[in-house]
């Protein structure tokens, strides 16, 4: 289970768990999927789909 949690000063927080979709066939390749996940959530961010 991997965890991300983004505190919000005094207004609490916003957490996302999520579980490996995927077992990869190499650590390259799972360090590649984790940046993919990690501008997944840049993306999303730099178009107000989500406010942390």
């Known amino acids: 289970m991997i965890s991300v ?4 000063g005094e207004c609490g927080r916003f ?3 999520f579980k490996h979709a995927q077992t990869y ?3 390259r390749e799972a360090v590649l999927g984790g940046l993919r996940e990690g501008m997944t959530w840049i993306n999303l961010k730099a178009d ?3 406010e942390l």
């Open 15 to 17: 957490m996302h768990r």
């Open 25 to 27: 066939p190499s650590e």
């Open 5 to 8: 949690e983004h505190l919000k």
């Open 48 to 50: 107000n789909a989500i």
